[in-house]
């Protein structure tokens, strides 16, 4: 006689990350997407300091998609925020990524960097997954799955008294 | 910080991956059923000259497929800031039923 279980996908959802492989590659895969945005930053930073004016010109020539009016009035209002942003945000990012610390936080920016990156740059020649969709992907994946936690900062900091009287700030570490 | 997910958390992540899923995979098959370009971008058709003489474009507009993506990602962070404003509920604590005096 055999049995059958009426949700063959009821264990389907558990993630297994608390093996050490997991939380291993978890690891390097936020190190090395950290060090992405951190050379991408500090390169801007080398070269023209935190005048980054093709920052706002990029934004303004983002007519069409499908992020409406926003990328065009970003980069014709924000030209103050974004010249010198876009270098430190991306090396903020980056470190932060890296480190672990405030993880979460530091994936939303990033996300919302490579959404910009990936509907401006509009490569979709061989299909909508592009690279920069991939990257953008990545820095979600960062935050869903709290790479923070594994060999990062945020374990440590996680534990603090501080941090443990305000469970809440766990939404942008992790 | 509460990780059981009641009908609410359930819908909204549904939402968001039915979203991101309809945007890339779904459109992406009726692109390739509607045949060239198999990509999301116009394509140039040239002669033997180098010269274009037609444009195909995709079936489906690449906004209208990067747009439900967006929209997901965006059910997400809502999602993300609705788990934030939420207060906890101690996974621990028990509901113990007590007769109305």
Redo the contacts between chains.
């Keep these: 006689m055999s049995y059958q279980r009426a949700n063959p996908f009821e264990n389907a959802s558990e993630v297994a990350v608390s093996t050490p492989l997991a939380g291993y590659w978890l690891a390097i895969l936020r190190l090395l997407t950290g060090w992405w945005f951190f050379h991408s930053g500090i390169t801007k930073i080398i070269e023209s300091g935190f005048a980054y004016t093709y920052g706002p010109n990029y934004l303004k020539e983002m007519t069409?998609?499908?992020?409406g009016p926003i990328p065009v009035w970003m980069g014709n209002n924000l030209a103050w925020l974004i010249k010198p942003g876009v270098p430190l945000f991306e090396t903020l990012i980056g470190l932060a990524i890296m480190a672990g610390v405030l993880t979460r936080l530091a994936a939303?920016g990033g996300?919302f960097f490579m959404?910009l990156f990936?509907?401006g740059n509009?490569?979709?020649?061989?299909?909508?997954?592009s690279s920069d969709?991939m990257g953008l992907l990545l820095f979600?994946t960062m935050g869903a799955l709290a790479a923070g936690r594994y060999f990062g900062l945020d374990a440590i900091l996680e534990r603090t008294e501080f941090v443990r009287n305000r469970?809440?700030l766990?939404?942008l570490m992790g | 910080?509460n990780t059981t997910y009641d009908t609410i958390d359930k819908a909204m992540l549904g939402l968001s991956g039915a979203l991101i899923t309809l945007?890339?995979v779904v459109l992406?098959i009726v692109?390739i059923l509607a045949g060239e370009?198999?990509?999301?971008?116009p394509?140039e058709q040239t002669n033997d000259a180098g010269e274009v003489v037609n444009t195909i474009y995709p079936a489906i507009d690449?906004?209208?497929?990067?747009?439900l993506?967006?929209a997901g990602?965006v059910v997400?962070?809502v999602w993300?800031l609705y788990?934030?404003a939420t207060p906890?509920v101690d996974e621990d604590s028990e509901t113990v039923g007590v007769t109305a005096d």
């Design positions: 069409g998609t499908a992020l939303f996300a959404t990936w509907v509009a490569e979709f020649g061989h299909g909508l997954v969709f979600v469970p809440k766990k939404y | 910080m945007g890339v992406g692109e370009p198999y990509g999301a971008a394509v690449p906004n209208v497929r990067t747009g993506v967006i990602l997400l962070l993300g788990r934030i906890d």
